[in-house]
Nanobody, 127 residues
Framework: VQLQASGGGLVQAGGSLRLSCTVSGGTFSNYGMAWFRQYPEKEREFVAMISRYGDKRYYADSVKGRATISRDNTRNTVYLQMSSQKPEDTALYYC?????????????????????WGRGTQVTVSS
C-alpha cells in the first residue's frame, strides 16, 4: 500500500489550502484515513480522521471549525481542506491509513494505530 500526499506549500495567514492523499495498492474503502502533522523535534499529532465511508469525522481541537476532512472512494483519495490558516499550522503533514479493528473508541488519535503512512507534505503559513 502506498500513500502519496500533495498540496502543501506556502500560504499567508488567513488563507486556505487543500491537501490530498491518494492511496494505491489496496482497497481504499477498507481504510480509515487520517491526517497528522509534525513540528520539528516533536511527535506527530493528530489533525483529522474520516471513517471508511465518510460517516464519521473527527478533528483535533486546534483545527476544529477550520478544517474539513473528506474522501472520494472512487478516486482513492482523502482531502484535508484548511481555512483561516495560522502560523502555528506550519508543519509537515502526513496522511495515514488503517483497516484493522481497534479496541477503543479514540484509537484514531494515536499515530501508532496506523499501519500505512505517506511521505509528508510541508505546509508553511506566513504571518
Amino acid at each position: 500500500v502506498q500513500l502519496q500526499a500533495s498540496g502543501g506549500g506556502l500560504v499567508q495567514a488567513g488563507g486556505s489550502l487543500r491537501l490530498s492523499c491518494t492511496v494505491s495498492g489496496g482497497t481504499f474503502s477498507n481504510y480509515g484515513m487520517a491526517w497528522f502533522r509534525q513540528y520539528p523535534e516533536k511527535e506527530r499529532e493528530f489533525v483529522a480522521m474520516i471513517s471508511r465511508y465518510g460517516d464519521k469525522r473527527y478533528y483535533a481541537d486546534s483545527v476544529k471549525g477550520r478544517a474539513t476532512i473528506s474522501r472520494d472512494n472512487t478516486r482513492n483519495t482523502v482531502y484535508l481542506q484548511m481555512s483561516s490558516q495560522k502560523p502555528e499550522d506550519t508543519a509537515l503533514y502526513y496522511c495515514a491509513a488503517d483497516e484493522r479493528p481497534h479496541s477503543y473508541s479514540t484509537w484514531y488519535q494515536r499515530s501508532d494505530e496506523y499501519l500505512h503512512w505517506g511521505r509528508g507534505t510541508q505546509v508553511t503559513v506566513s504571518s
